[in-house]
Structures are given as structure tokens and as C-alpha cells.
């Protein structure tokens, strides 16, 4: 009772109301900061801390000095300027201390320590603040009064510092607020019923002079909190963009801006349940750019990033209401159209075959991408997610091999080879890994002399339940897939590593895909392996077709060069197919030339094959560069080429392609099979 009729008798209610607003004010702002500082880490949560401190350090001094300044002695009264300053300095610091051991750990014990730190600091600054605070009187005070004002901070502050260390309940804040509030505003007002003055004089200081004091000092705690909650919106506002634009990253394609395969999956689950709803149809849409590989492998990737921006650009102006498009990898897309009307969906389809293949400049080289489009309709092609960007995936790889059609619907018993080779193609991913990839070697003989002079390594893949798949069904895969660069590199490095450890150093012959000729590195990682495996250079010999060279020939002849520095051969692979010019011959440092197995076929039956065959080998004798012939089956074949001065030659005639250690070139296994295919080249002469 004391305490209340304190307030309403001996103090100005007006301002005791601006005390109270000042510090439930100041302790709201001061807990979201002390929040705010306990959920950072490193030096971010000591800012926050200091911010926590000087707002509540400031919020608990304006609160104190209001108050005293609505007391009425009825007496006059000074202030002591250095006190009131240390008062200030005590409430700040005491409460950084306490906000400091509040951000160590979490625990219950911690929390009490902290929150007795607080409401001793709350109750010294006020008893600083009274020191300062002089009555011409005589000034009786009530221990009980005084002590209870002390225990009563202890508990509202250790209330108020557990219930803020809870960051994770969204309660803590508040109610730690309000805790904190009544921490300052209890411990004041019992200390002041504590206060009795007897004056010496009966002429009071002027109240309207204490009523501005309080109302300037209430401003400058407005003031401060305004502060403290303006850190606060600015940081909120940080946070919140910083979470908008990780939102955006993750949901968006960082080089065109495009929605990712995330962003495109959520739209399609979205999508489908609106179909399903209303009744309509939906069109998920494969797309993928036809000619974007040659645009990076011979431009460079900086050219490559160039077409997908503008691309993505034509497609997003393309893009009307209704209608989503996003950029799944590296040159794919995938669009959404939902629609009741056919011709409704082909005018969307017609929209991004313009954009698709409407030429575009880059620098000083012009190029149309072109793309190959799939689309799967939703419910007749598929009911779920994964079954619809399947089938339009299946679609879209039927357009890719259709030379004449950029737009392919889904059709179950048209697609079903393109699943097989799905289907080939994530087992070929994992066949290098299980071991399943084996290496043949196939003889080949010097048709003049009647002696091996080397072996041509091929690939043969042992799958466990389709058992030999043949190169022609998994290469072109391979190649599609990116996997043969993997698969490839595995084919040098094994077949090098066995040649090293045979007895007789007989030279071997490894083809090369156009695309690990197109990699920059080729030189060097067929360095690193002759290195590695210790197999001289010059037993090495790297088989390319035309159609590997002719795409940039000043830059695989760049390849060449470096290829052969290091003692290497190259042999110019499937002559008389293809290309075939003498441009090529003229301008290349083939080491050999392999005329294809196609003309062994016919040179016995038709003479205008028999014709090209002697003019290539003619040609070789002109150029000096050895002729290999492929494909030798007959002794008649075998004949011919000796009688027109073939220098090489390789078939199932002179021998099979056989594992390693069927052929290992042991003396006494090689002494019988030459002395075999002397009797044989003799027997054709």
C-alpha cells in the first residue's frame, strides 16, 4: 500500500505514465536486440550485445530520472552532474556484462547469473542516481523498502534474462520484455516509498522546469529506442532480402535467370493438381539445343553462356499468362502450357520454335541453335510427374533423330527404342565403375613381310544380364551422354598399361572419339599416361576419322601437332567414307591412312570398288604414307592387296579380336602364328 499511495500522492502521474511508457518502450526494443544478439554468432553477435546493453542501459537511466523528476518533495532539489553521469555508466555497462553471460551457453544456471547481474545493476544505478539526487531536507529512508526493491529486480530480471535466452519460442521476447519492464519500474517505485523528506525549507523547485527536464529527458529515450528499433527494421529488412534472394538463387538459373529444375518441378506438382481440378489438359515440354555443344567446344564456354542468355531471353518474351518455361541443365529446357484447345498448345509450340531457331550474333559469328522439342500431355500420356517429363524426354530424343522434325509428341510404341537407350544409357554410366568394360585386340600384319606390326585395341562391353553389347550400340550412347571422355581416358591408360608389359613391343592402335579430340587436354593427359605407364611413344598410335577434324581444322591441327611432338602416330581412320578430300590428306601429318572395311566387302564383285582401292593405295605410295586395309576376309582380298603393294592389313582372315590373354605376344606363340601367315601370303602370291 505504501508503494501505491507513494505514487499517487508524492509524484506527478503524468510523468510517472511517461516513465512507464519509456521503459516498457525501451525494454521491448532492448529484448529484440538481446534476441537478435543471441541468435548471430562471431563478431555480429557482439554488435548486437552492445546494442542490446547501451538501449536497456539507456531505457533503465531515462526511466529512473523521469520518475525522480516526478517525485514532489516539496523541497528544492539539485543534481550532482558527475553521479548522473556515472549512473548512465553503470546501467550500461552493468547490463553488457549480464547480456554478455546470457550469450555464453543456454543453461538454467546461466540464465540466473545473468539476470542477478541485470537486477543488481538495475538497483545500484538507481541508488548512483539518488546519490546524485540532492533535498534540501532531512531524508529518512526504509530498509524493508529498500531491500525488497532490490530482491524485487533479482527475480523480474532473472525471469526477464530465462525467458530471453529461449529464442526459439516465439513468446520469449515479449514476455521478457514486459519482465524487464516491471524489473526497473518495481525496484524504483519501492525504493522511492523507501524515501521520506522532511524539508527545510518550504520553497519547491519549480515543477514546470522538472515537467520539461522530464518530457526532454523522455524524448531522448524515444530518441534512443527509435534508434535501437530502426537497427532493428534495417537488419530485418537485410534478412529479409538476403532470405528473398537465397530463395531466388535457389529457385532460379544464376546465368539466365530462369526458373531451375526445382522451381520447374514445384510449378508441375502445382500445375497438376490445378489440371486434376478444373479438368483440363496440361503439356509438359522437353527441349533441348541441338547445336550448343559445337557453339562450347569451338567458340568457347564464355560464347556458349552468351546463346543460353539470349535464348533464354527470346524464350521468356515468348512467354505469355499460363504459360512457364525454365532451364533444367546445361542446354535443356522444359516449358509447362496447360490448355483445353489444341491449336491453343501448337501456337505455344510455333512461339518457341521461333525463339528456338531464329539465328543469333555473337561477336563476329553468327549461329542458329535449333532445338529438338518433346511434349507429353497430361492425363493421356501420364498421370504423375516423373511419367510425363519421362515421356517428353523420350519424345524429345525421337525429334532429336528425326532430321526433318524439331517438335515430336509422345507416342508409347514409337518411343520405346529411345527408353531402351535411356535405359543403356544410365547403365553405361555405372559400367566402368562395376568393371563390366573389357579390352580386344586385333592383329595387324605387314602384308609384304608377312609380320604382326601391331594390334588395334577395341572396346567390348560384358553386361550381366544382356550379356556382349555391341560398340555400335553403346558408343553413339557413350558419346550423347558425355560418358565416353570417362570411358575413353579408361581405354588409353588400360591398353597402354598392357602393351608396357608385353614381351615383344609390338605397337598398338587406339581409336579417338570426336569428343575427347575436342578437349584442349588431350595432349597432356595422353603425356601423363605414356608417363604413368611407362609404354614408349612410339608404340602408340591414335586413330581419328575426317569428321573429327573438319568441324575446326585449324585447331585440330593445333591437337595434331602436339599429339605427334610427343613421338605418337596418328592414322587418318575410315578412309573413303565421309569426307574424304585430299584437302585433308594435304593438310594433316597422318602418319597412316586406313582404308574402311566397306571396300574389302566389294573389291572382288565390283570393279569400280576394285578401282578406288588401287587409286588409294596409289595414293598412298605418292603421298609415302603407309595404306592399311580393314576388313581382310578372303585370300583373294589378302592376294590383291599384295599384288597393288598394300602396306598393312587387318581382318578375320589374319586373325580375330580376342582378350588380352588369348593374344599375350609370347616368342614361341608369335613365331608360329608368322610362320601361318607367311604360308598363307604365299600361297596368295
Not at 372 to 390: H, K, M, R
Request: charged letters at 20%; hydrophobic letters at 45%; glycine letters at 6%.
Amino acid at each position: 500500500m505504501r508503494v501505491i499511495s507513494s505514487i499517487i500522492t508524492e509524484h506527478n502521474l503524468w510523468l510517472v505514465c511517461l516513465a512507464a511508457v519509456v521503459s516498457l518502450a525501451g525494454s521491448i526494443v532492448t529484448m529484440r536486440l538481446l534476441e537478435r544478439a543471441l541468435r548471430a554468432d562471431g563478431l555480429q553477435r557482439w554488435g548486437w550485445l552492445f546494442q542490446a546493453a547501451c538501449a536497456g542501459g539507456s531505457s533503465v537511466w531515462c526511466t529512473h530520472f523521469i520518475a525522480i523528476l516526478a517525485y514532489q518533495p516539496n523541497a528544492p532539489v539539485t543534481f550532482d552532474p558527475t553521479l548522473t553521469v556515472a549512473s548512465l555508466a553503470v546501467a550500461i555497462v552493468g547490463l553488457a556484462l549480464g547480456f554478455a553471460i546470457a550469450a555464453t551457453t543456454r543453461r538454467t544456471s546461466t540464465a540466473i547469473i545473468s539476470g542477478g547481474v541485470v537486477g543488481l545493476t538495475i538497483s545500484l544505478m538507481h541508488y548512483v542516481g539518488m546519490a546524485a539526487y540532492h533535498v534540501s531536507g532531512i531524508i529518512g529512508s526504509s530498509h524493508a523498502y529498500v531491500a525488497a526493491s532490490v530482491m524485487l529486480s533479482l527475480v523480474l530480471a532473472i525471469t526477464a534474462l530465462a525467458t530471453a535466452t529461449q529464442v526459439e519460442r516465439s513468446f520469449a521476447a515479449p514476455v521478457a520484455a514486459l519482465a524487464f519492464a516491471l524489473a526497473i519500474l518495481s525496484q524504483h517505485f519501492t525504493a522511492m516509498a523507501a524515501l521520506s523528506v522532511i524539508p527545510f525549507a518550504s520553497d519547491p523547485t519549480n515543477a514546470t522546469v522538472f515537467e520539461t527536464m522530464a518530457v526532454a529527458i523522455g524524448g531522448v529515450a524515444l530518441l534512443i529506442v527509435g534508434t535501437g528499433v530502426a537497427s532493428q527494421m534495417i537488419d530485418s529488412r537485410a534478412r529479409n532480402e538476403t532470405t528473398r534472394r537465397l530463395h531466388h538463387m535457389a529457385l532460379n538459373d544464376p546465368l539466365t535467370g530462369l526458373p531451375n529444375r526445382t522451381s520447374f518441378a514445384e510449378r508441375l506438382d502445382r500445375e497438376l493438381a490445378r489440371a486434376e481440378e478444373e479438368g483440363h489438359e496440361l503439356a509438359v515440354i522437353g527441349i533441348d539445343l541441338n547445336r550448343f555443344k559445337e557453339i562450347n567446344d569451338f567458340r568457347g564456354h564464355s560464347a556458349g553462356d552468351q546463346a543460353l542468355r539470349i535464348i533464354a531471353s527470346r524464350l521468356t518474351d515468348c512467354v505469355k499468362n499460363g504459360e512457364f518455361i525454365a532451364r533444367i541443365g546445361g542446354d535443356e529446357f522444359a516449358a509447362l502450357k496447360d490448355f483445353r484447345d489444341e491449336d491453343v498448345l501448337l501456337d505455344f509450340l510455333g512461339r518457341l520454335e521461333i525463339a528456338l531457331f531464329e539465328p543469333f550474333e555473337i561477336d563476329d559469328f553468327r549461329a542458329a541453335a535449333g532445338a529438338s522439342i518433346g511434349v507429353a500431355v497430361y492425363p493421356q500420356d501420364g498421370l504423375t510427374a516423373e511419367t510425363l517429363i519421362g515421356n517428353s524426354d523420350l519424345a524429345m530424343y525421337r525429334a532429336k533423330s528425326e532430321l526433318n522434325t524439331a517438335v515430336c509428341f509422345y507416342e508409347s510404341r514409337l518411343d520405346e527404342v529411345a527408353r531402351e537407350r535411356q535405359m543403356l544409357a544410365r547403365e553405361l554410366r555405372l559400367a566402368l565403375e562395376l568393371q563390366q568394360f573389357d579390352l580386344h585386340f586385333q592383329v595387324q600384319i605387314s602384308v609384304t613381310h608377312a609380320t604382326i606390326c601391331g594390334y588395334e585395341v577395341l572396346l567390348r562391353w560384358y553386361h550381366p544380364e544382356r550379356g556382349l553389347i555391341p560398340p555400335l550400340d553403346f558408343i553413339p550412347i557413350a558419346e550423347e551422354s558425355g560418358a565416353i571422355l570417362e570411358i575413353g581416358e579408361w581405354v588409353l591408360r588400360e591398353a597402354c598399361r598392357r602393351a608396357a608389359a608385353w614381351q615383344i613391343p609390338h605397337r598398338i592402335a587406339v581409336n579417338l572419339s570426336p569428343v575427347q579430340f575436342s578437349q584442349p587436354e588431350l595432349p597432356r593427359l595422353v603425356h601423363e599416361i605414356l608417363v604413368e605407364t611407362g609404354l614408349p611413344a612410339s608404340r602408340l598410335e591414335l586413330e581419328i576419322t575426317e569428321s573429327t577434324i573438319i568441324a575446326d581444322k585449324t585447331r585440330a591441327l593445333h591437337i595434331l601437332r602436339q599429339i605427334k611432338a610427343l613421338g605418337v602416330t596418328i592414322a587418318l581412320d575410315d578412309f573413303g567414307t565421309g569426307y574424304s578430300s585430299f584437302d585433308t590428306l594435304r593438310s594433316f601429318p597422318f602418319d597412316k591412312i586406313k582404308l574402311d572395311r566397306l571396300f574389302m566387302n566389294e573389291v572382288e564383285t565390283n570393279p569400280q570398288t576394285k578401282a578406288i582401292v588401287r587409286a588409294v593405295l596409289a595414293l598412298g605410295k605418292s603421298l609415302e604414307v603407309p595404306i592399311l586395309a580393314e576388313g581382310v576376309e578372303t585370300d583373294n582380298q589378302l592376294a590383291l592387296l599384295r599384288r597393288e603393294g598394300c602396306d598393312e592389313a587387318q581382318g578375320y582372315l589374319l586373325g580375330r579380336p580376342g582378350p588380352h590373354e588369348e593374344i599375350l605376344p609370347y616368342d614361341d606363340i608369335f613365331a608360329l602364328f608368322e610362320t601361318e601367315l607367311t604360308t598363307k601370303a604365299a600361297q596368295s602370291a
